[in-house]
Each structure stands twice: as structure tokens, then as C-alpha cells.
């Protein structure tokens, strides 16, 4: 019984997740809509204008991942404990999941279309054309897949499916993770989204299958995109879409 309440408490919503949920949706609102007004202050400080974007995407990740971190340290830790006994099962599963991912992805563009990159997508590649390895791969390796896990999949399905179906909270957290990546001038274009839908579609499967765990679909995430920023890295700038 006690095991059970135990369970139950860490997925029970709490004032750090509405705080980071809030502290979320106000950076998005606010970069959004007084993104102009940012961007002139932050060339102020940092004058060459990818270290500026980087100084934004820092602190805004930085700022939601301090609470994501306070709210869900035990949930971390008891992830880790059940991963550490089978380590073999996680060394193998995570490159596996990442190739069903390029998979479905693949499948999903095609259907969808010539692939079309996202503004977010073009962003980030500017940034790893111009910021060195040493800063991206904390941002996006490390804080920002754990910032995009805590929310998108402990809280949209871990921690809300105690109030509806999961399933229809793993449609709820697949639409909304793909969304944000590409909500931007180009809107929601199937061929843009589709990157993004394959990639929450396995990251919500994995999570729900291996038991809500966390940091398994975290490292998934976090080795997606270290493959991703080696990728980059290693393509001549000349190479890579405009």
C-alpha cells in the first residue's frame, strides 16, 4: 500500500509544474510577441547575433529546467535505479528507437511530401554553424531534451493521465511536441512537421511502454539530437539546406 501511495505522489501535479508550465508559456509568449524587443537587447549585451540567439535559447531552457529539475528529481531517480538494473536492455533499445524513428520519419515525409525544413530547424542549424560544439551540445544534448520530456511526456502523459485516458493523452502530447517545433512563419505544414511528428510519435511509445519512464525516453531524445549535432557539425556549411 505504501509502495502504491508512494507511486501515485510522483504523479500528482504540483506548484513546481505549474510554475514551470507557467515560466514555459510566458518566455514562449513573450519571445513570441516581443521578439524584436529581445533580440535589440540581447545584441546589446552580446554583440554578434548568433551568441545573442544562443544567450535567449540558454535562458529560456535554463529557466523552465531549474523547475522541471526541483519537481521531478525523485521521479529521475527512481528512472535511474530501474534502468540501471537492466543496462544492457537500455544500451540496446536506445539506438534501436532512434532508427524506428528515422524510419518512420522517412515514411512520414514521404507521405507528406518534399521535406520542408522549419523555421526552428533552419534556427538551430544556424546556430551550430556559428557557436561552438562546447556550448550547443549542453543545450541541446543535455537541458533542452530533458526540459521537452518533463513536459511533453511526464506531465501531458505521465502525470495527466490520472485524470483521462493516456491514450488520448499520448495524442494530446505527440500534437502539441510536434507543434511547438514548427509553429513559426510557415505555420503548421505537414511537410515540416513530419521530422517532428515521427520523433514524438517513438518518444511517446517508448516512454509509455518502458512504464512512464522518464529518463528512458530522455536519452532517446538526447542521443537523437547529439546525432543530429554531429551530423551538422561534421556536413560542410555549403552542404546544408538554406
Same mark, same amino acid.
Given at each position: 500500500m505504501g509502495t502504491l501511495s508512494?507511486?501515485?505522489?510522483?504523479?500528482?501535479?504540483? !506548484?513546481?509544474?505549474?510554475?514551470?508550465?507557467?515560466?514555459?508559456?510566458?518566455?514562449?509568449?513573450?519571445?513570441?510577441?516581443?521578439?524584436?524587443?529581445?533580440?535589440?537587447?540581447m545584441l546589446q549585451l552580446f554583440p554578434q547575433p548568433a551568441t !545573442?540567439?544562443?544567450?535567449?535559447? !540558454?535562458?529560456?531552457?535554463?529557466?523552465?529546467?531549474?523547475?522541471?529539475?526541483?519537481?521531478?528529481?525523485?521521479?529521475v531517480g527512481r528512472d535511474l535505479k530501474i534502468l540501471g538494473t537492466r543496462p544492457w536492455f537500455t544500451l540496446g533499445m536506445i539506438p534501436l528507437a532512434i532508427v524506428v524513428m528515422l524510419i518512420l520519419t522517412a515514411i512520414l515525409v514521404a507521405a507528406f511530401g518534399t521535406a520542408e525544413s522549419s523555421e526552428n530547424q533552419l534556427g538551430i542549424q544556424g546556430l551550430l554553424q556559428q557557436v561552438p560544439a562546447w556550448l550547443m551540445v549542453p543545450l541541446l544534448v543535455i537541458l533542452g531534451p530533458f526540459v521537452e520530456e518533463y513536459l511533453f511526456r511526464h506531465l501531458l502523459i505521465g502525470k495527466l493521465?490520472?485524470?483521462?485516458?493516456?491514450?488520448?493523452?499520448?495524442?494530446?502530447?505527440?500534437?502539441?511536441?510536434?507543434?511547438?517545433?514548427?509553429?513559426?512563419?510557415?505555420?503548421?505544414?505537414?511537410?515540416?512537421?513530419?521530422?517532428?511528428?515521427?520523433? !514524438?510519435?517513438?518518444?511517446?511509445?517508448?516512454?509509455?511502454?518502458?512504464?512512464?519512464?522518464?529518463?528512458?525516453?530522455?536519452?532517446?531524445?538526447?542521443?537523437?539530437?547529439?546525432?543530429?549535432?554531429?551530423?551538422?557539425?561534421?556536413?560542410?556549411?555549403?552542404?546544408?539546406?538554406?
Open positions: 508512494t507511486k501515485a505522489s510522483l504523479y500528482r501535479f504540483t !506548484a513546481l509544474d505549474a510554475i514551470a508550465v507557467a515560466v514555459y508559456l510566458g518566455f514562449t509568449a513573450y519571445f513570441t510577441f516581443a521578439g524584436e524587443s529581445v533580440e535589440r537587447l !545573442a540567439s544562443y544567450a535567449v535559447n !540558454a535562458i529560456f531552457y535554463a529557466g523552465v529546467g531549474i523547475f522541471a529539475v526541483a519537481s521531478a528529481w525523485r521521479v493521465s490520472r485524470y483521462l485516458n493516456i491514450w488520448v493523452c499520448c495524442v494530446i502530447s505527440v500534437v502539441v511536441f510536434a507543434s511547438i517545433h514548427v509553429v513559426g512563419r510557415e505555420g503548421l505544414v505537414l511537410s515540416a512537421l513530419a521530422p517532428y511528428l515521427g520523433m !514524438a510519435l517513438v518518444l511517446v511509445a517508448v516512454y509509455v511502454w518502458t512504464g512512464k519512464n522518464l529518463m528512458f525516453s530522455y536519452f532517446v531524445h538526447a542521443a537523437k539530437n547529439l546525432m543530429a549535432v554531429v551530423l551538422i557539425y561534421a556536413i560542410p556549411p555549403e552542404l546544408l539546406p538554406n
